[in-house]
């Protein structure tokens, strides 16, 4: 078992390390290096239904109840409306949070022959406890927990989104990219 997931991490960090796209700035989500609000990736001799066909079968076992968290188009889009329950904590004082937020977002995936287009995701941080919810989306101007007068405050925080949204996006990737054993 060992043997079989240590390459699997290796892979997984090494994918992340060479295809991080999304930043979490203190002005919204941004792709890397890119004046656009979407990343395009290229997919050479495949159809929009094979890369749709592929994307849905990643996502679908994915999620626990896909079809509460997936709306879609067939052949066009899939749209991710997701919630990782206590996911961003903010405020330590003794090694634990003062406050833990939950990270609701969207992600956008659209299809063209040999392309896929992801939107950069709007996400939202609702707290039930104190009643507010705090909104990121695209480029907008906006303060939240994680960042104060221009300066990373929350520096976990910041980089669990990120790696969140990288790692879903490698897994999409590698969903299209990797072929599927016939049983």
Not at 22 to 51: A, M, R
Not at 54 to 60: E, F, I, W
Not at 79 to 89: E, F, H, K, L, P
Request: with cysteine; hydrophobic share 35%.
């Amino acid at each position: 078992m060992k043997t079989t997931i240590l390459p699997f991490i290796l892979c997984l960090f090494y994918s992340l390390a060479s295809f991080s796209q999304f930043e979490l700035t203190e002005n919204g989500i941004t792709v890397i290096d890119s004046e656009n609000d979407y990343i395009v990736y290229e997919f050479e001799g495949k159809t929009k239904e094979d890369l749709y066909t592929s994307v849905l079968k990643t996502l679908t076992v994915k999620y626990n109840s896909a079809k509460d968290v997936l709306s879609k188009v067939e052949n066009e889009t899939i749209s991710i409306n997701g919630i990782q329950a206590d996911y961003v904590g903010a405020g330590k004082l003794l090694g634990k949070y003062l406050e833990v937020y939950d990270l609701g977002y969207n992600l956008n995936i659209s299809f063209k022959d040999a392309k896929i287009k992801i939107d950069i995701p709007t996400i939202r941080f609702p707290n039930e406890s104190n009643g507010r919810t705090l909104h990121i989306s695209g480029k907008g101007m906006f303060k939240t927990f994680i960042f104060k007068k221009g300066e990373v405050k929350e520096e976990d925080a910041k980089k669990r989104i990120e790696d969140f949204f990288n790692i879903l996006i490698t897994e999409i990737k590698q969903g299209v990219e990797n072929k599927q054993d016939d049983w």
